[in-house]
């Protein structure tokens, strides 16, 4: 099997939602400047899958901020139990 990875992109913005055909376009996007903005991919998702991948999405946002207000709490409880060694 191909060690073959999926291409990777950096958006910080959503810059283009439509509809047309039973499939949604999103478009992706990257702010360079003040007013300079480049699209960077387009999302292809087909109408009757939208909610999915969204839930998807979401799910997994929620998954990660919860693994990081863990990460911070048990790192706080740790620095608490360093500095009452002190």
Known sequence: MSEKRAPE??????????????????TLAEQEAENSVT?????LIPANQLKNVMQGI????NEIR???QDSEQTGSAR???????K
Do not use: P
């Not at 620095?79 to 060694?85: M, Y």
């Open 58 to 61: 979401a799910n997994a946002a």
């Open 39 to 43: 699209e960077t991919v387009r999302i």
């Open 79 to 85: 620095d608490g139990d360093t500095d009452s060694v």
């Open 66 to 68: 919860d693994k990081i």
């Open 9 to 26: 992109y950096f958006a910080d913005l959503i810059s283009n939602v439509s509809h047309a055909n039973g499939v949604f376009r999103i």
